[in-house]
């Protein structure tokens, strides 16, 4: 019986072509590309400090790039754990009491900074680290006593909140830890002074070796409406 030959075809050597999905590239976004001079010294001194002040109006990315770089250093592993606060102090006329547990009560004050987190992890990805505790936000009211190791805490409008509130807030950071406060000190909402000014008094007035990053108003890059907004109103001293 003749014995039957295996056939062997052409194989094209040409390289195969790896088609991404869209939950790798919600993985794996490109690193965060300055738009501003100013942006570019934010994003140099969050690389090699351990403590950042970032200060400007609105749309100049302050709130995006500390959510961005959270997302990333958290996708990572290059920190255990995000942590999120903000001062509950409304910008204008109170709705009252929000329903829910704390989380949800908490949630739209920080809705700013999870979802810039959220577009840049991917919805999957970020509740996951929501549900694992490697997000975690936490209120003003229940963070004394805590202490923040291994990870990055965010301080969202800073301006928001009084000396004592920030100086608990300082003083709850422990080894390991990379801390951003982002505020603009023309929109206090508070009656009486505000921490963020009696923190960059403090570190200006000691010498500390912790960078205050200062937009202006030519680094607002949200929208053109934004900025002429923004200017308006400062011209107008409003």
């Not at 030959?5 to 993985?27: C, K, M, Y």
């Not at 800073?158 to 003083?171: C, D, H, R, V, Y």
């Not at 508070?190 to 205050?212: A, D, F, N, Q, Y």
């Amino acid at each position: 019986m003749k014995r039957r030959r295996a056939r062997l075809e052409l194989v094209d050597d040409r390289p195969i072509r790896v088609h991404r999905t869209r939950f790798e590239e919600e993985r794996n976004p490109p690193p965060i590309q300055p738009m501003t001079a100013r942006q570019a010294e934010y994003l140099e001194a969050l690389g090699s400090h351990p403590q950042v002040i970032v200060l400007g109006p609105a749309g100049t990315g302050k709130t995006y790039i500390a959510g961005t770089r959270a997302a990333d250093l958290l996708r990572q592993r290059r920190v255990a754990k995000v942590v999120i606060t903000r001062p509950n102090v409304p910008s204008g006329r109170s709705l009252g009491f929000f329903p829910g547990t704390l989380e949800d009560k908490i949630a739209p004050w920080v809705a700013p900074l999870t979802e810039t987190m959220k577009e840049r992890m991917g919805d999957g990805a970020f509740e996951i680290a929501m549900k694992a505790g490697d997000i975690e936000v936490v209120p003003f009211e229940v963070m004394r006593g805590r202490t923040f190791k291994n990870c990055l805490v965010i301080l969202d409008e800073a301006q928001n909140t009084t000396p004592a509130e920030i100086k608990m807030f300082l003083t709850r950071i422990g080894d390991g830890t990379q801390v951003i406060i982002n505020g603009d000190v023309s929109q206090t909402d508070l009656r009486e002074t505000s921490g963020l000014r009696t923190v960059i008094h403090l570190v200006k007035s000691r010498m500390m070796p912790i960078p205050i990053v200062e937009f202006g108003l030519d680094d607002i890059v949200r929208s053109g409406i934004c900025a002429e907004w923004v200017r308006a109103f400062e011209e107008a001293r409003v």
